[in-house]
Protein backbone atom coordinates (compact mmCIF):
# COMPACT_ATOMS: atom_id res chain seq x y z
CA UNK A 1 0.00 0.00 0.00
CA UNK A 2 2.87 2.63 0.28
CA UNK A 3 3.54 1.95 -3.03
CA UNK A 4 1.10 5.22 -3.59
CA UNK A 5 3.61 7.06 -2.07
CA UNK A 6 6.07 5.50 -3.70
CA UNK A 7 4.52 6.52 -7.20
CA UNK A 8 3.87 10.23 -5.47
CA UNK A 9 7.99 10.64 -4.82
CA UNK A 10 8.49 9.47 -8.46
CA UNK A 11 6.05 11.76 -9.91
CA UNK A 12 7.45 14.67 -7.50
CA UNK A 13 10.96 13.45 -8.48
CA UNK A 14 10.59 13.21 -12.11
CA UNK A 15 8.42 16.82 -12.48
CA UNK A 16 10.78 18.66 -10.95
CA UNK A 17 13.83 17.10 -13.04
CA UNK A 18 12.01 17.74 -16.06
CA UNK A 19 10.38 21.47 -15.72
CA UNK A 20 7.58 21.86 -18.42
CA UNK A 21 9.25 19.41 -20.81
CA UNK A 22 6.95 16.30 -21.70
CA UNK A 23 8.01 12.89 -20.59
CA UNK A 24 7.77 9.96 -22.74
CA UNK A 25 9.20 6.92 -20.47
CA UNK A 26 10.22 6.61 -17.12
CA UNK A 27 12.63 3.83 -16.26
CA UNK A 28 12.91 2.32 -12.32
CA UNK A 29 14.90 -0.09 -10.79
CA UNK A 30 13.08 -2.11 -8.08
CA UNK A 31 15.00 -4.51 -5.96
CA UNK A 32 13.34 -7.96 -4.82
CA UNK A 33 14.24 -6.75 -1.72
CA UNK A 34 12.92 -3.01 -0.89
CA UNK A 35 9.55 -4.24 0.07
CA UNK A 36 8.01 -2.50 -3.10
CA UNK A 37 5.37 -4.35 -5.40
CA UNK A 38 5.86 -3.06 -9.11
CA UNK A 39 2.21 -3.82 -10.32
CA UNK A 40 1.35 -1.61 -7.68
CA UNK A 41 3.58 1.38 -8.98
CA UNK A 42 2.09 0.27 -12.47
CA UNK A 43 -1.49 0.48 -11.11
CA UNK A 44 -0.71 3.78 -9.21
CA UNK A 45 1.56 5.52 -11.77
CA UNK A 46 -1.72 6.04 -14.43
CA UNK A 47 -3.82 7.71 -12.12
CA UNK A 48 -1.13 10.02 -10.09
CA UNK A 49 0.83 10.91 -13.21
CA UNK A 50 -2.47 13.05 -14.67
CA UNK A 51 -2.05 16.72 -14.94
CA UNK A 52 1.76 16.18 -14.63
CA UNK A 53 4.17 16.30 -17.09
CA UNK A 54 4.37 12.21 -16.51
CA UNK A 55 0.70 12.08 -18.16
CA UNK A 56 0.74 9.18 -21.10
CA UNK A 57 4.21 8.19 -20.29
CA UNK A 58 5.22 4.54 -20.31
CA UNK A 59 6.72 3.50 -17.06
CA UNK A 60 9.31 0.95 -17.31
CA UNK A 61 10.48 -0.87 -14.38
CA UNK A 62 13.79 -3.08 -13.84
CA UNK A 63 13.67 -5.83 -11.93
CA UNK A 64 16.80 -5.97 -9.52
CA UNK A 65 17.31 -9.56 -8.07
CA UNK A 66 18.55 -10.09 -4.41
CA UNK A 67 21.74 -10.89 -3.70
CA UNK A 68 23.74 -11.86 -0.84
CA UNK A 69 26.97 -13.12 0.71
CA UNK A 70 26.87 -16.12 3.94
CA UNK A 71 28.78 -14.71 6.96
CA UNK A 72 28.99 -18.79 7.77
CA UNK A 73 30.62 -20.01 4.81
CA UNK A 74 31.23 -16.75 2.45
CA UNK A 75 29.06 -18.25 -0.51
CA UNK A 76 27.12 -15.63 -2.38
CA UNK A 77 23.37 -16.98 -2.87
CA UNK A 78 20.73 -15.52 -5.32
CA UNK A 79 17.30 -14.39 -3.07
CA UNK A 80 14.50 -14.49 -4.46
CA UNK A 81 12.25 -12.77 -1.08
CA UNK A 82 13.59 -11.85 2.41
CA UNK A 83 12.87 -15.21 4.11
CA UNK A 84 15.97 -16.60 2.84
CA UNK A 85 18.63 -19.13 3.80
CA UNK A 86 22.38 -19.95 2.39
CA UNK A 87 23.06 -23.60 0.66
CA UNK A 88 24.55 -24.37 3.90
CA UNK A 89 21.73 -23.48 6.14
CA UNK A 90 23.23 -19.94 7.82
CA UNK A 91 20.33 -17.67 8.14
CA UNK A 92 22.93 -15.14 8.27
CA UNK A 93 23.58 -13.11 5.31
CA UNK A 94 24.84 -10.22 4.04
CA UNK A 95 22.86 -8.73 1.78
CA UNK A 96 24.98 -6.90 -1.85
CA UNK A 97 21.98 -6.28 -4.00
CA UNK A 98 17.95 -5.81 -4.53
CA UNK A 99 17.58 -3.44 -2.42
CA UNK A 100 17.37 -0.64 -5.27
CA UNK A 101 14.63 1.87 -5.24
CA UNK A 102 16.18 4.11 -8.14
CA UNK A 103 14.74 6.41 -10.76
CA UNK A 104 17.60 5.37 -13.59
CA UNK A 105 16.32 7.62 -16.61
CA UNK A 106 13.49 9.82 -18.21
CA UNK A 107 13.16 10.02 -21.60
CA UNK A 108 11.75 13.56 -22.48
CA UNK A 109 10.50 15.06 -25.59
CA UNK A 110 12.80 18.10 -27.04
CA UNK B 1 -3.66 14.52 -3.79
CA UNK B 2 -0.40 16.50 -3.61
CA UNK B 3 2.16 15.23 -6.29
CA UNK B 4 4.14 18.36 -5.72
CA UNK B 5 6.11 17.91 -2.21
CA UNK B 6 5.15 14.07 -1.57
CA UNK B 7 3.05 14.63 1.07
CA UNK B 8 0.10 12.45 1.70
CA UNK B 9 -3.35 12.74 0.79
CA UNK B 10 -5.65 15.14 3.14
CA UNK B 11 -2.00 16.62 4.09
CA UNK B 12 -1.05 15.03 7.65
CA UNK B 13 -2.31 17.48 10.38
CA UNK B 14 -0.12 18.13 13.72
CA UNK B 15 -1.75 18.95 16.97
CA UNK B 16 -0.99 19.58 20.31
CA UNK B 17 -3.79 18.25 22.33
CA UNK B 18 -3.46 20.56 25.20
CA UNK B 19 -5.07 22.81 22.05
CA UNK B 20 -6.86 20.75 20.15
CA UNK B 21 -8.98 23.11 18.01
CA UNK B 22 -6.40 24.85 16.27
CA UNK B 23 -4.23 23.00 13.11
CA UNK B 24 -0.91 24.12 13.83
CA UNK B 25 0.55 23.03 10.63
CA UNK B 26 -0.10 20.78 7.44
CA UNK B 27 -0.99 24.04 5.81
CA UNK B 28 2.87 24.31 4.88
CA UNK B 29 3.50 26.55 1.87
CA UNK B 30 3.88 24.39 -1.42
CA UNK B 31 4.12 26.76 -4.49
CA UNK B 32 2.45 24.53 -6.66
CA UNK B 33 3.19 27.01 -9.42
CA UNK B 34 3.79 24.58 -12.12
CA UNK B 35 0.33 23.06 -12.21
CA UNK B 36 -1.75 23.17 -14.98
CA UNK B 37 -2.31 21.28 -18.23
CA UNK B 38 0.32 20.55 -20.98
CA UNK B 39 -1.15 20.51 -24.39
CA UNK B 40 2.30 19.87 -26.45
CA UNK B 41 1.37 17.38 -29.68
CA UNK B 42 3.44 14.53 -29.62
CA UNK B 43 7.19 15.32 -30.95
CA UNK B 44 9.51 12.69 -32.58
CA UNK B 45 12.62 13.78 -31.06
CA UNK B 46 13.10 12.60 -27.06
CA UNK B 47 16.14 13.48 -25.31
CA UNK B 48 17.10 10.98 -22.16
CA UNK B 49 18.19 12.15 -18.98
CA UNK B 50 19.81 9.91 -16.47
CA UNK B 51 18.51 10.46 -13.25
CA UNK B 52 20.24 7.85 -10.88
CA UNK B 53 18.07 9.11 -8.23
CA UNK B 54 16.55 7.58 -5.25
CA UNK B 55 13.04 7.23 -5.20
CA UNK B 56 12.51 8.39 -1.61
CA UNK B 57 15.93 10.77 -1.68
CA UNK B 58 13.30 13.86 -0.68
CA UNK B 59 12.41 11.88 2.50
CA UNK B 60 15.77 10.43 3.18
CA UNK B 61 17.31 14.34 2.87
CA UNK B 62 14.46 15.49 5.66
CA UNK B 63 15.18 12.46 7.82
CA UNK B 64 18.85 13.22 7.69
CA UNK B 65 17.79 16.79 8.74
CA UNK B 66 15.85 15.63 11.44
CA UNK B 67 19.18 13.18 12.70
CA UNK B 68 20.93 16.60 12.80
CA UNK B 69 18.73 18.39 14.77
CA UNK B 70 18.14 15.50 17.48
CA UNK B 71 22.09 14.55 17.38
CA UNK B 72 22.71 18.69 18.12
CA UNK B 73 20.49 18.47 21.26
CA UNK B 74 21.55 15.06 22.56
CA UNK B 75 18.41 13.89 21.99
CA UNK B 76 17.29 10.13 21.90
CA UNK B 77 14.61 9.42 18.95
CA UNK B 78 12.96 6.27 18.60
CA UNK B 79 10.40 4.76 15.86
CA UNK B 80 8.41 2.62 17.31
CA UNK B 81 6.40 0.25 14.43
CA UNK B 82 3.56 -2.42 14.76
CA UNK B 83 0.69 -3.50 13.97
CA UNK B 84 -2.61 -1.90 15.32
CA UNK B 85 -2.74 -2.97 18.31
CA UNK B 86 0.23 -4.74 19.56
CA UNK B 87 0.79 -1.97 22.91
CA UNK B 88 2.63 1.08 21.57
CA UNK B 89 0.10 3.40 23.42
CA UNK B 90 0.12 1.09 26.53
CA UNK B 91 3.97 0.62 27.09
CA UNK B 92 4.60 4.14 26.35
CA UNK B 93 2.19 5.25 29.52
CA UNK B 94 3.92 2.85 31.28
CA UNK B 95 7.16 3.77 30.30
CA UNK B 96 6.76 7.40 30.77
CA UNK B 97 4.93 6.80 34.63
CA UNK B 98 8.19 4.51 35.82
CA UNK B 99 10.71 6.53 34.18
CA UNK B 100 9.29 10.49 33.96
CA UNK B 101 11.32 11.17 37.28
CA UNK B 102 14.42 9.97 36.07
CA UNK B 103 14.30 10.24 31.97
CA UNK B 104 12.98 13.59 29.83
CA UNK B 105 10.43 12.09 27.37
CA UNK B 106 8.38 13.37 25.07
CA UNK B 107 5.88 11.54 22.73
CA UNK B 108 4.73 12.01 18.87
CA UNK B 109 1.94 10.66 18.25
CA UNK B 110 0.68 9.16 14.79
CA UNK B 111 -2.29 7.86 13.93
CA UNK B 112 -4.72 8.28 10.78
CA UNK B 113 -7.64 9.65 12.91
CA UNK B 114 -8.57 11.47 16.46
CA UNK B 115 -6.49 12.72 19.42
CA UNK B 116 -7.45 9.64 21.37
CA UNK B 117 -3.30 8.29 21.54
CA UNK B 118 -2.14 11.87 22.36
CA UNK B 119 -4.70 11.97 25.02
CA UNK B 120 -3.95 9.12 26.65
CA UNK B 121 -0.30 10.44 26.62
CA UNK B 122 -1.22 13.86 27.81
CA UNK B 123 -2.77 12.31 30.91
CA UNK B 124 0.65 11.12 32.37
CA UNK B 125 1.76 14.28 32.00
CA UNK B 126 4.14 13.86 29.32
CA UNK B 127 4.71 16.51 26.14
CA UNK B 128 3.05 15.05 23.30
CA UNK B 129 1.92 15.76 19.50
CA UNK B 130 -0.56 13.77 17.59
CA UNK B 131 0.01 13.46 13.35
CA UNK B 132 -3.05 12.69 11.86
CA UNK B 133 -2.09 11.03 8.56
CA UNK B 134 -5.34 10.79 6.59
CA UNK B 135 -5.51 8.42 4.10
CA UNK B 136 -1.68 7.94 5.21
CA UNK B 137 -0.57 4.60 6.37
CA UNK B 138 2.93 5.89 8.18
CA UNK B 139 4.59 8.87 9.50
CA UNK B 140 6.98 10.42 6.98
CA UNK B 141 10.18 13.06 7.80
CA UNK B 142 8.31 15.64 6.68
CA UNK B 143 5.49 14.97 9.29
CA UNK B 144 8.21 14.09 12.27
CA UNK B 145 9.58 17.59 11.04
CA UNK B 146 6.66 19.36 11.59
CA UNK B 147 5.95 17.76 14.51
CA UNK B 148 8.84 18.35 16.48
CA UNK B 149 8.18 22.08 15.59
CA UNK B 150 4.82 21.63 17.80
CA UNK B 151 6.22 19.66 20.15
CA UNK B 152 9.61 21.09 21.20
CA UNK B 153 11.30 18.46 22.96
CA UNK B 154 13.90 19.15 25.68
CA UNK B 155 17.60 19.11 25.27
CA UNK B 156 19.12 15.54 26.34
CA UNK B 157 15.27 14.12 26.55
CA UNK B 158 14.34 10.77 24.36
CA UNK B 159 11.76 11.40 21.86
CA UNK B 160 9.07 8.13 21.19
CA UNK B 161 7.52 8.11 17.71
CA UNK B 162 4.94 6.00 17.44
CA UNK B 163 4.55 4.99 14.06
CA UNK B 164 0.92 4.23 12.94
CA UNK B 165 -0.30 0.76 13.11
CA UNK B 166 0.76 -0.80 9.85
CA UNK B 167 3.72 -3.78 9.68
CA UNK B 168 4.38 -2.63 6.10
CA UNK B 169 4.53 0.95 5.03
CA UNK B 170 6.58 2.54 8.04
CA UNK B 171 9.53 0.36 7.42
CA UNK B 172 10.37 2.43 4.47
CA UNK B 173 10.25 5.96 5.75
CA UNK B 174 13.65 6.96 7.45
CA UNK B 175 11.97 9.73 9.89
CA UNK B 176 15.39 10.07 11.40
CA UNK B 177 15.05 7.99 14.41
CA UNK B 178 18.51 6.68 16.55
CA UNK B 179 16.91 3.25 16.29
CA UNK B 180 13.73 1.60 15.05
CA UNK B 181 12.04 -0.47 17.60
CA UNK B 182 9.35 -3.38 16.34
CA UNK B 183 6.95 -3.98 18.95
CA UNK B 184 4.92 -7.80 18.49
CA UNK B 185 2.25 -9.39 20.82
CA UNK B 186 1.59 -13.04 21.40
CA UNK B 187 -1.85 -12.36 20.29
CA UNK B 188 -0.53 -12.42 16.80
CA UNK B 189 0.77 -15.30 14.88
CA UNK B 190 4.26 -16.33 15.57
CA UNK B 191 5.07 -16.04 12.17
CA UNK B 192 4.18 -12.12 11.42
CA UNK B 193 8.45 -11.74 11.55
CA UNK B 194 8.30 -14.30 7.74
CA UNK B 195 5.08 -12.41 6.45
CA UNK B 196 6.81 -8.76 7.14
CA UNK B 197 10.20 -9.27 6.60
CA UNK B 198 10.79 -5.72 5.45
CA UNK B 199 9.69 -4.50 8.98
CA UNK B 200 11.89 -6.97 11.23
CA UNK B 201 14.83 -6.42 8.76
CA UNK B 202 14.86 -2.57 9.39
CA UNK B 203 14.07 -3.16 13.30
CA UNK B 204 17.25 -2.59 16.06
CA UNK B 205 14.78 -4.05 18.87
CA UNK B 206 11.90 -6.27 18.87
CA UNK B 207 9.38 -5.79 21.80
CA UNK B 208 7.65 -9.18 22.46
CA UNK B 209 4.68 -7.10 24.39
CA UNK B 210 1.79 -9.25 26.22
CA UNK B 211 3.97 -12.19 27.27
CA UNK B 212 2.20 -12.90 30.46
CA UNK B 213 -0.98 -13.93 28.09
CA UNK B 214 1.83 -16.69 26.35
CA UNK B 215 0.35 -19.42 28.07
CA UNK B 216 -3.23 -19.23 26.94
CA UNK B 217 -2.69 -18.57 23.72
CA UNK B 218 -0.97 -20.72 20.79
CA UNK B 219 2.16 -18.71 20.31
CA UNK B 220 5.62 -20.06 20.57
CA UNK B 221 7.69 -17.11 21.60
CA UNK B 222 10.99 -18.91 21.32
CA UNK B 223 9.99 -19.54 17.51
CA UNK B 224 8.83 -16.62 16.60
CA UNK B 225 12.26 -14.80 18.01
CA UNK B 226 13.98 -17.64 15.62
CA UNK B 227 11.49 -16.22 12.77
CA UNK B 228 12.35 -13.01 13.38
CA UNK B 229 16.66 -13.98 13.83
CA UNK B 230 16.16 -15.41 10.36
CA UNK B 231 15.48 -12.14 8.72
CA UNK B 232 17.18 -10.17 10.78
CA UNK B 233 20.26 -12.30 12.88
CA UNK B 234 21.47 -8.85 15.03
CA UNK B 235 18.00 -7.91 16.01
CA UNK B 236 17.95 -7.02 20.18
CA UNK B 237 15.03 -8.92 22.04
CA UNK B 238 13.30 -8.20 24.77
CA UNK B 239 10.08 -9.94 26.25
CA UNK B 240 7.46 -7.65 28.52
CA UNK B 241 4.20 -7.39 29.46
CA UNK B 242 3.59 -3.57 29.49
CA UNK B 243 0.11 -4.17 31.78
CA UNK B 244 1.80 -6.84 34.49
CA UNK B 245 5.48 -5.18 34.09
CA UNK B 246 7.34 -8.75 33.56
CA UNK B 247 10.89 -7.23 31.64
CA UNK B 248 10.06 -3.80 31.73
CA UNK B 249 13.77 -3.55 33.53
CA UNK B 250 15.36 -5.10 30.51
CA UNK B 251 13.42 -2.63 28.10
CA UNK B 252 14.75 0.76 30.92
CA UNK B 253 17.95 -0.52 31.05
CA UNK B 254 17.93 -0.29 27.14
CA UNK B 255 16.27 3.29 27.48
CA UNK B 256 18.83 4.21 30.11
CA UNK B 257 21.47 2.81 27.63
CA UNK B 258 20.70 4.67 24.27
CA UNK B 259 20.18 8.21 26.20
CA UNK B 260 23.55 7.77 28.01
CA UNK B 261 25.22 6.89 24.70
CA UNK B 262 24.23 10.67 23.47
CA UNK B 263 25.80 12.53 26.23
CA UNK B 264 29.18 13.49 26.32
CA UNK B 265 32.20 11.21 27.22
CA UNK B 266 34.38 11.66 29.79
Known sequence: ?110 | MCTTCGCSSDDAVVTDPGRPARVLAGDHPHGHDQGGHHHHDAEPATRTLVLEQAVLAKNDVLAEANRTWFRGRQILALNLMSSPGAGKTTLLERTITDLSAELDLAVVEGDQETLLDAERIRATGCKVVQINTGAGCHLDADMVARGLQVLEPPARSIVLIENVGNLVCPALFDLGERARIVIMSVTEGQDKPLKYPQMFRAADLMILNKIDLAPYVSFDPERCITYARQVNPKLDVISLSATRGDGLDRWYDWLREGAGDLLPRG
Open chain 1, 1 to 110: MHELAITESVISAVSEKVGDRRVQRVTLAVGRLSGVVADSVHFYFDLCSEGTPLEGAKLEIIDIPGRACCRECGNEVELVDMIALCTCGSADLEILGGEDLTIKEVEVAV
